[in-house]
């Protein structure tokens, strides 16, 4: 269809893939489930892969094929030489393709237990996550375990892909029994992360649908597969054109970490950022986080060329815009701040629960010092108390106090300041942070908030100095605003 | 399509560019932008510029010249840079201007290795930038597709490619000591068709060899090569032809291969490319010399 429109009306054709949407979704599976013989597949049948590539492939095949076919289809699509002639694959890959309705960028992960960290990397930006079954094993510990990562980190769709129905003979009832067994596991994942019912507090509970292919023939993956006609849905690829993702992102509560301070002159001064979530028009009442300062916006400045003197602006701006504010009042902003409409109030606190994947082969160290960074903001944390451990395959909940690479656990984090915060499940641009380790530089974990944790801050205990010297500075040096410790609760 | 509230997937990317540049901006203190003067540094330079509107970007550019570049891609990169107002750092490895360097005599590897993988590294090294911006995009090349978009690089400029930081949401890590530098890669998730279209969506001006025209071209070892400079051998001149031929990828002219095409507009490169069956980088000699071989060069250092 759109072929015949590139060669005879490309204006024509240009115009209709001006609007497109962009859908990003992970693959979770291993190389023996047949994930690179289905990205090949949608590569090479949306016409991404071309000609030159698939002849050094087919050379390739020759060399370092695993596979009996004539195209190893793993090979186009494993990256560095090193893993091809390990054969495996030990990094996120991004990979890209386009139908005539959206553009899709691929998280392609590795499968396997000791790459989680891989996988909740690729799962931090996609939409939806395709998830693989091999029709003669059925759910395995693995399935469980891709099951909870991409539910952890937000993903909202998933589509359950039961592969090689060519090899149980096309059988309706292997894919009918896998889909109730799917279900049913689904059920007590949902149980065990506590979707809240309203979808306010909890997790959003992802749909999730089933499709039957066989990625190796083809069934079903673009075309409709003629040995299953007891399959009414649609085929995989149509079933990603068509899947409603418009609703996924949050337009009601507008975020805008504030990214960088733009002064070209001494007229202008804006606060560029990118809309997280939400939207914003000129005029509405704003309040900076966390210093609680209000203003109104002036001007919603766009990103633009233009050299005249007319700035180019509009009256109203939403996520996911990269956009200029300008405020009607000169007040005190840097990077960090968190820009928030006055009517949207959220919790300010220095404390924090949060859900965090460790990804570094040195350990978390309690009371240690990391910097983390939330949006475009930086802070120090310590880790308090880690209240358990998730085992990512029985999703059983572990003591421990401590967390190894590719263990996810529920942590307490004191900040050495207050940020205002929102719980991941709500808003992922603001609930979501990463950790570093200030002595090797190295991000070490990935972090989720679950909500402003309750102090318990013992009381302190001071001495009769410390005393003195409070009272004394209060005494002589009111304009200090010095607290008076002996009333701290 | 053009429903309210709903960024076109052009958009998207769009934000997303702007983001990563701005993050440069604000989290670095000596950060440059590579221009190479072909299609997507055009792209990467209006995004910086509609980044920090209404200001200028608050880093310069940086083109490696080994001085074996295109007549026209000169012309272009002076021409524009003066119109946009920016700044332009210009390098050229005095040691190969010295040794008289000429892929014609000394071959692609050796050529690229001193005049454009050592001459860049002499350049940031001079420069002391802590943060390079390049043009790469992740749909190029297989060892491309795992490349972060920062891009931690050690004190020899070094990537490792089995100990990369983990890259997470939009979030990223901007954590350096001394001597140490990162590379950014804000076209990452851009394809070669979301570059097309965005040029010819906004208007933005690129060198013309893109565009199919009379040329003198000579066939060598299968490429047709631009026969316009008195550098080349003379036997090799000798035998160029004028045909209507159009460059895919810009770069030293030895080393860049023309195709031979009747584009003369956008649409038509754009048809011409979906069209065709074989990808962009066929044209240059560099990719191939082994398999892997854009790791190799990525390991030591090239961009």
């Not at chain 1, 799962?123 to 099951?147: E, P």
């Not at chain 1, 418009?246 to 960088?260: A, C, G, H, T, W």
């Not at chain 2, 299609?39 to 010249?65: E, I, N, Q, R, T």
């Not at chain 2, 890590?173 to 969506?201: A, H, K, M």
Request: glycine residues 6%; proline residues 4%; charged residues 30%.
């Amino acid at each position: 269809m759109s072929k015949n429109l590139i060669s005879t009306n490309i204006e024509k054709y240009l115009k209709e893939h001006e609007n497109k949407e962009l859908l990003r979704f992970i693959t979770c599976g291993s190389v023996d489930d047949g994930k690179s013989t289905l990205i090949g597949r949608l590569l090479y049948d949306s016409k991404t892969v071309l000609e030159d590539q698939l002849s050094a492939v087919k050379r390739e095949s020759r060399k370092y094929g695993t596979t009996n076919e004539e195209i190893d289809f793993a090979l186009l699509i494993d990256g560095l030489q090193s893993e091809r002639e390990q054969g495996i694959t030990i990094d996120v890959a991004y990979r890209f393709f386009a139908t005539d309705r959206r553009k899709y960028i691929i998280a392609d992960t590795p499968g396997h237990e000791q790459y989680t960290r891989n996988m909740v990397t690729g799962a931090s930006t996609a939409n939806l996550a395709v998830i693989l079954i091999d029709a003669r094993k059925g759910v395995l510990t693995q399935t469980r375990r891709h099951s909870y990562i991409v539910s952890l980190l937000g993903i909202r769709h998933i589509v359950v892909a039961i592969n090689k129905m060519d090899i149980v003979g096309y059988s309706e009832d292997v894919y009918k029994s896998i889909k109730e067994e799917y279900l049913k596991m689904f059920e007590k994942l949902s149980e065990s992360l506590q979707y809240a019912q309203n979808g306010k507090s909890g997790y959003h509970k992802p749909t999730v649908d089933f499709i039957p292919i066989s990625a190796l023939k083809g069934d079903n993956v673009v075309q409709k597969s003629t040995n299953m006609q007891w399959y009414e849905g649609k085929p995989l690829l149509e079933y990603l054109d068509t899947i409603e993702i418009s609703k996924d992102i949050n337009l009601s509560d507008f975020r805008f970490p504030v990214q960088y301070v733009n002064r070209p002159n001494l007229d202008f001064r804006g606060f560029t950022g990118t809309i997280t979530s939400g939207r914003i028009r000129v005029g509405e009442e704003i309040t900076v986080l966390p210093s609680g300062k209000k203003s109104r916006i002036k001007e919603i400045v766009l990103p633009s060329l233009e050299s005249g003197s007319e700035l180019v602006t509009t009256p109203e701006a939403f996520a996911p815009m990269a956009v200029t504010l300008t405020l009607e009042d000169e007040i005190d902003i840097s990077r960090g701040d968190l820009i928030v409409h006055s009517n949207n109030s959220l919790t300010t606190s220095d404390s924090i629960e949060a859900m965090i994947v460790w990804m570094d082969e040195k350990a978390l160290e309690l009371g240690r010092e990391y910097e983390i960074k939330r949006a475009t903001t930086s802070l120090n944390a310590i880790f308090e108390e880690i209240a358990f451990k998730k085992d990512v395959n029985s999703w059983e909940e572990i003591k421990t106090d401590t967390l190894e690479l590719n263990e996810i656990g529920k942590c307490r984090l004191l900040l050495t300041r207050p940020i205002a915060c929102d719980p991941y499940s709500k808003i992922k641009g603001t609930g979501s942070f990463i950790v570093i380790d200030k002595i090797t530089n190295h991000t070490v974990a990935a972090g989720m908030i679950l909500d402003a944790a309750k102090r318990e801050r013992k009381k302190r205990v001071y001495t009769e100095a410390e005393i003195e010297l409070n009272r004394y500075i209060r005494k002589h040096f009111p304009e200090w605003g010095c607290a008076n410790i002996e009333e701290i609760k | 399509m053009s429903e309210k509230n709903r960024l076109t997937h052009l958009k998207q990317l769009e934000a997303e560019s702007i983001h990563i540049l701005r993050e440069v901006a604000a989290q670095f203190e000596n950060p440059v932008m590579m221009y190479s003067i072909g299609k997507d540094s055009s792209v990467m330079l209006h995004l910086a510029m509609k980044a920090f509107y209404p200001g200028k970007p608050p880093f310069p550019l940086l083109h490696v010249d080994t001085l074996w570049k295109f007549k026209e891609m000169i012309e272009f990169r002076d021409k524009r840079v003066k119109e946009l107002g920016v700044d332009l750092i210009v390098h050229t490895n005095p040691e190969g201007i010295e040794m008289n360097i000429n892929p014609f005599i000394h071959g692609s590897k050796l050529h690229t290795d001193i005049m454009k993988t050592q001459a860049l590294k002499q350049a940031l090294n001079k420069g002391k930038f802590d943060a390079v911006i390049g043009g790469a995009r992740r749909d190029e090349e297989k060892s491309r597709a795992k490349e972060r978009i920062f891009s931690f690089r050690d004190k020899f400029h070094r990537w490792d490619p089995k100990n990369q930081r983990p890259e997470l949401w939009n979030i990223y890590n901007t954590r350096i000591n001394r001597g140490e530098s990162v590379r950014v890669f804000p076209l990452s998730n851009w394809t070669e068709l979301d570059i097309w279209q965005y040029i010819y969506l906004e208007n933005i001006p690129i060198v013309p060899l893109y565009f199919a025209k009379k040329r003198p071209v000579v066939e060598i070892d299968g490429a047709l090569i631009m026969a316009d400079d008195d550098r080349m051998p003379e036997e090799l001149r000798a035998k160029a032809k004028m045909q209507k031929v159009r460059f895919r990828t810009l770069g030293c002219y030895p080393l860049t291969g023309a195709v031979r095409s009747e584009a003369e507009t956008l649409p038509e490169i754009i048809q011409e490319m979906l069209l065709s069956r074989t990808s962009e980088r066929e044209g240059r000699v560099i990719d191939k010399d082994q398999e892997g071989s854009m790791e190799k060069k990525k390991i030591e250092g090239y961009f």
